[in-house]
């Protein structure tokens, strides 16, 4: 069933949810408040946007164009609600489209940022999937792969421009490997931690597009403190 949720504490800001699909979560916070954002920037594309939580809140940091792509069309149709009622039409446009054939037909070198919260799981035979086709389409590979963001990357990207993801430490090495691969060069990486003492759940990772070498470690994210309660690291990011 479909609900207008706040958004966390943007400016007043709504966003359209639904159980049923797959609702925006932590990670679609955190990301677009780690990405690279200047007074430079002009066309800001979000890959596999879902609701639109991250072009949403990038919306309150610039006022870049940002364009957001999404396969699967009744979590488009949210997406475009949202940004309707948040009356961003003039700087957010919704695509439904698999970013797959998307990218095919856009100008090269047209982005200054890219963002992708991505499936976090290999499509694998063994793999247990969700019996929504929603969720198994947001969680697992089945539309998109690491190595297909990275080649989306190369060619949308402007030179120097960047790329942010947020994903499971497990997969860091071959995040990297790919980067190097489709000469993006990592910069900038953060490991977020459920709480302090123990093993680190998400990362934070940018790369820019034939850029320098030279890897930036940024201090660790904690998400809750011993009591259950968001830090206040993680409190400012919702405001």
Request: aromatic content about 8%; proline content about 4%.
């Amino acid at each position: 069933m479909e609900v207008i949720n706040d958004l966390l504490e943007y400016n007043n800001m709504k966003i359209i949810q639904d159980n049923e699909t797959f609702n925006f979560s932590l990670d679609s916070v955190l990301l677009p408040n780690f990405v690279t954002i200047n007074k430079n920037i002009n066309n800001i594309l979000d890959i596999g946007c879902g609701n639109a939580p991250i072009p949403l809140i990038i919306s309150t940091k610039t006022d870049a164009k940002i364009i957001g792509v999404e396969i699967q069309s009744k979590i488009a149709d949210m997406a475009m609600r949202s940004v309707e009622i948040n009356n961003k039409q003039n700087q957010i446009k919704i695509i439904n489209q698999d970013i797959n054939d998307f990218y095919k037909y856009e100008n090269t070198g047209k982005y200054d940022i890219i963002t992708c919260n991505p499936p976090f799981f290999k499509n694998e035979r063994k793999s247990h999937k969700n019996n929504s086709e929603y969720k198994t389409i947001a969680r697992h590979e089945v539309k998109l792969n690491l190595e297909q963001i990275m080649q989306i990357g190369k060619k949308l990207l402007k030179n120097n421009g960047v790329i942010a993801l947020v994903h499971r430490p497990e997969r860091l090495v071959e995040i990297l490997e790919l980067m190097k691969q489709y000469n993006i060069e990592p910069k900038k990486l953060q490991f977020v931690y459920p709480k302090t003492n123990k093993e680190a759940k998400m990362i934070l990772i940018e790369g820019r597009k034939n850029g320098k070498s030279g890897l930036k470690i940024l201090p660790p994210i904690y998400v809750h403190t011993d009591n259950n309660d968001y830090t206040e690291q993680v409190k400012l990011m919702f405001k």
